[in-house]
Each structure stands twice: as structure tokens, then as C-alpha cells.
């Protein structure tokens, strides 16, 4: 399986300072397609995911353009570009260009 | 507005098979696969498998033996079996959509199974 490592694992970021996720995949993750499967999901507590991006910088309708996705091949990034206190939970990146999908650990936003 | 709803069995003794089923509200149930994730308490989501609305199912092979994931077009739904459960079966598990271009993008709500003797 292809093991999707992110940091930091935890984040405490100041309202309206901007915030970094790393995720690195132990493959590269474009496709024979073309197309590079990596999405981002947000988790508040007690709730299901919800995505943010997919393929690695597509946003979601109805997700803040503060959101943004880059990278390729095996790191990728989700940047925040100001932090706002409905931001708080896990992210999680996720690689669906190989069998089975896998994803990250999570990195936990907290808000100072 | 595309919603999942998923029920089942919450608290299952070792050796037992899990069994959940979802429901698809909304948008269309043949353009997509239909797929079970599950995450252990105060860990990350591991995928275990899909389902397309032919029946066509992949699995992920550390489940594989022991996991069956069937549709029903008719109802628009489709179910999770699990046998022979364990502890370390206890996880909330979610059924999703997958977007064959995009991924999963649909969640229901989660389910929490607890394995206990």
C-alpha cells in the first residue's frame, strides 16, 4: 500500500495567520492518465469528512478560495491563507491512483 | 442535494459479522462508485472497498477475505458484511460516494461499531 505521511501532526495556529500542511506519498502519484489523485478532506469532531480539493488543486463548490491545494509526483500541500475558527479539526490527504486508496494520518488544526 | 444515510449494528461480539447498509438520496446512483471507509477510535480512515451499480466490487486486499460489498439498484443502496469481527474491527465506518474522476466527495454520517465480548 502506499503510505501517505503528513506534518505536521498537530497545528495551533493564531485567527487570521496563515496555516501549512505537508503530505508526502511513497509513490509518485500520477497516473498513467495524466491526472495525479491526491484530495484533501476537512473533519470537525464528531463529523464525517468533508473534501476540500481534489486533484491535488481543485476546490470543492462551496469551499473558501483561503483554501489551496499544490504540488506533484510525492509532496503536495494544503495551505490555508488565514485561519478562521470554523477551520479548527483534522486534515487528511488522500492518494487514489493506486489500489487500494490510502490516506495520511491527519494533522490536527487547533486555533489560539 | 446528495445525501448518504447509513444504519446497522452499533455493538457485535468477536466472531460475529458486521453488516451496514447506505442509502442514496439525490443525484445519480449509476454514474458512481459506492464505498465503505472505516476509522478506528483516535486514528486515521483506511479504505475497504467499492462498488459500482453493475456489481462490480474491488476490495482492499487486507479486507478482502472477509469483506462483501453488495447494491441494491433498486432501492438505491448498498451494504457492508464483515465476517468474523475482532476488536480490532471497532471503528466508525462510513459509507461514501467516489467520483470515478475526482474521488470520494459524499460522506454519510458515520457509523460506530464496537467488537466486545
Known amino acids: 500500500d502506499v503510505v501517505m505521511t503528513q506534518f505536521p501532526l498537530s497545528l495551533s495556529v493564531t485567527l487570521g495567520q496563515p496555516a501549512s500542511i505537508s503530505c508526502r506519498s511513497g509513490?509518485?502519484?500520477?497516473?498513467?492518465?495524466?491526472?495525479?489523485?491526491l484530495n484533501w478532506y476537512h473533519q470537525r469532531p464528531g463529523q464525517s469528512p468533508r473534501r476540500l480539493i481534489y486533484?491535488?488543486?481543485n476546490r470543492d463548490s462551496g469551499v473558501p478560495d483561503r483554501f489551496g491545494g499544490s504540488g506533484s509526483g510525492t509532496e503536495f500541500t494544503l495551505k490555508i491563507s488565514w485561519v478562521e475558527a470554523e477551520d479548527v479539526g483534522v486534515y487528511f490527504c488522500?492518494?487514489?491512483?493506486?489500489?487500494?486508496?490510502?490516506f495520511g494520518q491527519g494533522t490536527k488544526l487547533e486555533t489560539k | 442535494q446528495v445525501q448518504l444515510r447509513q444504519w446497522g449494528a452499533g455493538l457485535l461480539k468477536p466472531s460475529e459479522t458486521l453488516s451496514l447498509t447506505c442509502s442514496v438520496y439525490?443525484?445519480?446512483?449509476?454514474?458512481?462508485?459506492w464505498s465503505w471507509v472505516r476509522q478506528p477510535p483516535g486514528k486515521g480512515l483506511e479504505w475497504i472497498g467499492e462498488?459500482?451499480?453493475?456489481?462490480?466490487?474491488n476490495y482492499s486486499p487486507s479486507l478482502k477475505s472477509r469483506v462483501a460489498i453488495s447494491v441494491d439498484t433498486s432501492r438505491n443502496q448498498f451494504s457492508l458484511k464483515v465476517t468474523s469481527v475482532t476488536a480490532a474491527d471497532t471503528a466508525v465506518y462510513y459509507c461514501?460516494?467516489?467520483?470515478?474522476?475526482?474521488?470520494?466527495?459524499?460522506w454519510g454520517q458515520g457509523t460506530l461499531v464496537t467488537v466486545s465480548s
Open positions: 461514501a460516494r467516489k467520483d470515478v474522476l475526482t474521488g470520494p466527495d459524499y
Open positions: 439525490g443525484g445519480s446512483f449509476s454514474d458512481y462508485f
Open positions: 462498488i459500482n451499480h453493475s456489481g462490480i466490487a
Open positions: 509513490q509518485s502519484l500520477l497516473h498513467s492518465n495524466g491526472n495525479t489523485y
Open positions: 486533484k491535488v488543486s
Open positions: 488522500m492518494q487514489g491512483t493506486h489500489w487500494p486508496y490510502t
